[in-house]
């Protein structure tokens, strides 16, 4: 049962956005007053105290910082001290029936309704039966639906592609593992995420990437297929590499 007694995804919105923007407005309420002082005094000041004038005018208008400040010409890095919290991604998950799954205008009302948030849509009652069935089982229930893959997998791409994130992969004898990386990462600065010696000492990275290795079933096998490289220092790392990193300290 829905805590307003009906079902209003316009309305849910309107209202997690309502609770967002007065939180923000009222942080800015509290900061405006110190920073026009504080730019009047001191010049390099003078940036913030606009920008926080002007997401203030924004939010009071009814629009997110997320939404709007490009728009109004409001540069969010010069309110990061204020940690506002409409400059943030947003990213809304809907939970619909298998029938409303499959109706595509729908959906595209939905996603209208956050733009430029993304959406994703899911119904939970499938997502919890996916978790006790085989992995036929669920390829079988996902089709049955008309869905290529569970949401939670949708949910969890999307979540990295809005947090501006990816991911990288190393694996030895014991263990494979996955890394988060921001996008635009380094090699040396992937390597740091594991320890700090790997990113000071970093010589170079074998690279290969994950579909690659795959197919090709071994490293060894991607290596004598050509599918392996060195990569030095100014490599920007990609979503799936498989990384050795070569270091000396």
């Known amino acids: 049962m829905h805590v307003d007694g009906k079902v209003s995804p316009a309305d849910d919105i309107e209202t997690i956005n309502t609770e967002l923007l007065l939180a923000d407005i009222q942080t800015l309420d509290k900061a405006l007053p110190r920073l026009e002082k504080e730019a009047k005094l001191r010049k390099e000041r003078a940036a913030i105290a606009a920008a926080a004038s002007a997401a203030a005018k924004l939010l009071n ?44 205008e ?76 921001p996008v635009g990462a380094t090699a040396p600065e992937a390597a740091g995420v594991i320890h700090s010696d790997f990113q000071r000492g970093f010589i170079k990275a074998e690279i290969v990437s994950f579909d690659d290795l795959m197919e090709a079933g071994s490293m060894a096998a991607a290596k004598a297929a050509g599918k392996v490289r060195m990569e030095g220092k100014d490599y920007v790392m990609r979503d799936g590499d498989v990384v050795e990193f070569r270091f000396n300290v």
């Open 106 to 181: 729908f959906l595209d009302e939905l996603s209208a309704l956050v733009a430029p948030a993304e959406a994703v849509f899911m119904d939970a009652k499938v997502e919890s039966e996916l978790i006790d069935l085989s992995e036929e089982e669920a390829r079988e229930l996902l089709e049955s639906i008309g869905q290529p893959e569970p949401g939670l997998h949708q949910l969890i791409r999307v979540g990295f592609r809005t947090l501006g994130l990816q991911t990288y992969l190393t694996a030895g004898p014991k263990e494979a593992r996955a890394w988060t990386v």
């Open 61 to 104: 208008e009814g629009t997110t910082l997320y939404a709007g400040a490009t728009a109004a010409g409001i540069d969010v890095a010069e309110l990061r001290e204020l940690h506002l919290l409409t400059t943030k991604p947003f990213l809304y998950v809907f939970n619909v029936d298998e029938d409303e799954l499959a109706n595509a």
